[in-house]
């Protein structure tokens, strides 16, 4: 056995003086979450992509097909307004700006494929197609 702690425990040992309350956040609310989650369907002759953005306004998201590769970015942006009468004294709104990409088994037919935004929710409608597609960014209605 060793006589040397384990680096893993040095650390453990060094964070563990802080409290338990101590963590870095960004001035105003959280960060979005690390990645957007979602659901991919497949049928005989496309894919359905459900992806959660709750909280994104429908002009702040933007996916784009590059062959089989989807791509989904959104931003939410932070809006301080000033009120002589009122102060924030906690904010935990999502603020920031996230992205996912994944790869799908076969090329997307871009001219066919369809985006909606509704509920927090975005819709994702991807024909599949067997010829090269090029880089297209859907309009999400």
């Not at 056995?1 to 003086?17: G, I, K, N, V």
């Not at 998201?61 to 590769?69: C, R």
């Amino acid at each position: 056995m060793s006589t040397f702690p384990a680096r893993q425990s040095l650390f453990d040992d060094l964070f563990r003086d802080f409290s338990s309350g101590f963590s870095i956040k960004p001035l105003h609310g959280d960060a979005l979450p690390a990645s957007i989650t979602v659901d991919i369907k497949e049928a005989a002759d496309s894919y359905t992509v459900l992806a959660e953005l709750p909280g994104v306004a429908r002009d702040d998201i933007h996916a784009t097909i590059d062959g089989s590769t989807v791509t989904i970015k959104a931003e939410v942006k932070q809006h301080d307004s000033e009120n002589k009468d009122e102060k924030i004294l906690r904010s935990e709104r999502y603020y920031g700006a996230v992205s996912r990409s994944f790869q799908l088994p076969v090329d997307i037919d871009e001219s066919k494929a369809q985006a909606k935004f509704e509920n927090g929710v975005l819709k994702l409608t991807l024909p599949k197609r067997t010829a090269n597609a090029t880089n297209t960014k859907l309009r999400i209605d």
